[in-house]
């Protein structure tokens, strides 16, 4: 790739991008304008969102029509439009009454939505529970949705669809457009429809690996390309573009961008063997150099931080061993229709991997996804693990880009043996085969994200307001509790530290958190289990003189607010985590139970709002 085309290919890339989010924005914005049933009590979304996958594939196949009669710049435009609009219409239809995005504020999505609140309430590297910290989680999807938030004055939890939705939307795009630049228009258009339609089924739920996630199969071509010093797609502007990519991708997802160094390290090591030259050794080294460059722009503040003395625990993010992480995933062998195009993809990487490109990239990707899979289940010896089930959607994403290569060099091939008239009309037949596959899969998405769709509409959002009308949780009292909290404290959310159990307050309202929701989530600089001794210690007080005592003696910001709720023999309770790794399940709930007299003193403000116990520490004056 010489340096005019890879100008060219950002030019279209920038171009992409704008087709993107002006199609994505207005599609939200129509599709909030109606008042759409329930999800989960109608099937009018389902249908709508078919129509829309149906009408978005139909333009997908018109561009391609387009293309081989010579139309480029219309056919470009119309693949852009459908793509992205395929994308959007597929995830913002069945969440149209909602205001959540899919897992709506429950486990992980509580967290994520907690990031994505503090960093709309600030620009600037924070941890999003524990004050004073820097960054943990790599902090590029969650700042930009904080910047996009601020921008145009929404709340951090309400920008968490559509931005999710946009930047998921963007990927899609991008990874047509890079595909486009390697291989043939149509075929980049096949391969990015079918993993498109991969990603968005079982990687959308968590936005920000989904974006590396549809970005990885044209990555690791052109990375294989780069190494090899290949005419096409290799050279210099492959080596940088790889590098570059994978220092963005350490600012969005950690373990994604440890896979690819991973898969990167293999494909150099067996260069080397395969040449006996050490160059490309030497061209993973300059991607290495951009790629930590670029990562330390997020990772920075919190290294500068452990290297200057602040205690940090392990941390115990990598402690989760679910039973999907026990064993290896085929997903070639599955009885469905995505279960046959991997089969395809695999057959296809085992005929061609050593003939041609893409094929040898794929292949060797796929193969680290198992390498890796089997040495997370190894490091459990040494107490941890290397989360490979987070690995399973990006296997199926690519064996479906196998697999739409592998379908459509196999259709070409049969209509080779033929006379021309039959053999343009079996490459006919494979096209109305793949339209009706594609549209089959495309339809059956909203039921494979059922569960995560309907959770949607049964979480409380931050209005108070079930999306299902139903009677709302707990959660419809926060917004009294954050009016009582900044009159009684007079403070900005951002100054205070709330210690509570209900961390979904901390999701809606940028407060900081006297601790985390598990140590899995938690700060590494935080001291998680010595936090959660201080808790355990206080429900060994009888009276608020030792409780302040404790309270100020404390190493970190002591919380001045404690949302609690109510427990037997007069006492206030906290129902927090501890992690019992290697057990499944990894946490162990555990109940704190204070004394009430702890805070029956005039120096805390204690109210009841709904079923829960609010305690302020008065200002001192």
């Known amino acids: 790739m010489k340096v005019n085309s890879a100008l060219a290919v950002i030019g279209q890339m920038v171009a992409a991008v704008v087709v993107a989010v002006v199609i994505a924005v207005i599609s939200l914005v129509e599709i909030s304008r109606v008042q759409w049933p329930a999800y989960n009590s109608s099937n009018q979304l389902h249908a709508l969102t078919t129509v829309g996958q149906f009408g978005c594939l139909a333009v997908v196949l018109v561009s391609g029509l387009a293309w081989r009669r010579g139309w480029r710049a219309l056919a470009r435009g119309a693949a852009l439009v459908s793509l992205s609009a395929f994308a959007v219409v597929t995830l913002a239809m069945p969440l149209g009454a909602t205001k959540l995005y899919l897992f709506g504020i429950s486990v992980d999505q509580q967290f994520r939505t907690e990031y994505l609140t503090r960093l709309t309430d600030t620009a600037g590297p924070h941890d999003m529970t524990y004050y004073g910290l820097p960054p943990f989680y790599p902090p590029g999807w969650f700042w930009i949705g904080g ?110 961008t440890a ?47 452990a290297l200057n003395g602040h205690p940090a625990g392990s941390g115990t993010a990598q402690h989760y061993l679910p039973a999907a992480a026990a064993r290896l995933e085929f997903p070639m062998v599955h009885f469905t229709l995505l279960g046959a195009l991997c089969m395809v993809g695999t057959l296809w990487l085992v005929v061609r991997a050593r003939s041609s490109t893409r094929a040898g990239a794929l292949a060797v990707a796929v193969l680290a996804v198992y390498a890796w899979s089997l040495l997370s289940m190894l490091t459990t010896l040494v107490g941890t693990t290397l989360l490979s089930f987070r690995l399973q959607p990006t296997l199926t994403i690519l064996l479906t880009a196998a697999g739409a290569f592998g379908f459509i060099e196999a259709t070409l091939a049969i ?72 009159e009684a404290t007079g403070l900005p959310r951002n100054e205070t530290v709330v210690l509570t159990a209900d961390y979904s307050f901390l999701s809606y309202y940028p407060y900081y958190g006297f601790q985390g929701l598990t140590s899995h989530y938690a700060n590494p600089l935080a001291q998680f289990d010595m936090r959660g001794a201080a808790i355990e210690s206080w429900a060994t007080l009888t009276n608020a003189d030792q409780f302040i005592a404790s309270l100020d003696k404390l190493p970190w910001k002591p919380p001045r607010v404690f949302l609690m709720r109510r427990g037997a023999n007069d006492t206030y309770t906290l129902r927090l985590a501890a992690d019992v790794y290697p057990n499944q399940p990894n946490v162990r709930r555990y109940q704190v139970e204070l004394n009430s007299a702890l805070f029956a003193d005039p120096r805390f403000d204690v109210s009841t709002v709904g079923p829960f116990v609010l305690a302020i520490r008065k200002p001192t004056s």
Request: charged fraction near 15%.
């Open 147 to 256: 910047r996009l938030a601020t921008l145009t004055g929404t709340p951090g939890w309400e920008i968490f669809k559509p931005w999710a939705i946009i930047s998921i939307t963007i990927a899609v795009v991008l990874a047509f457009v890079l595909w486009a630049s390697m291989i043939r228009f149509e075929y980049a258009l096949i391969v990015s429809t079918a993993t498109t339609a991969a990603t968005l089924a079982y990687s959308a739920t968590e936005p920000y690996a989904a974006i590396i996630a549809v970005l990885l199969p044209p990555v690791f071509v052109l990375a294989w390309s780069g190494l090899r010093g290949a005419a096409r797609g290799g050279g210099r502007a492959a080596v940088i573009g790889v590098g570059v990519f994978l220092g963005v991708a350490a600012l969005f997802y950690t373990l994604l």
């Open 259 to 305: 896979y690819a160094a991973f898969t990167l390290t293999i494909m150099a090591v067996v260069l080397v063997v395969a040449r006996r030259r050490l160059e490309p050794l030497l061209r993973l080294a300059v991607i290495a150099v951009i790629a930590c460059a670029i990562a330390l722009v997020g990772w920075g503040p919190y290294l500068v931080a």
């Open 415 to 486: 209509a080779r043996r033929y006379a021309p008239g039959t053999g343009r009309r079996i490459v006919t037949a494979a096209a109305a085969l793949g339209a009706i596959g594609a549209l089959t899969f495309s339809q059956d998405i909203p039921d494979v994200l059922r569960s995560d769709i309907v959770v949607a509409y049964t979480d409380t959002d931050g209005t108070g307001q079930r999306a299902d009308r139903r009677p709302p949780g707990a959660e419809q009292y926060y917004r009294e509790i954050d009016t009582k909290i900044r």
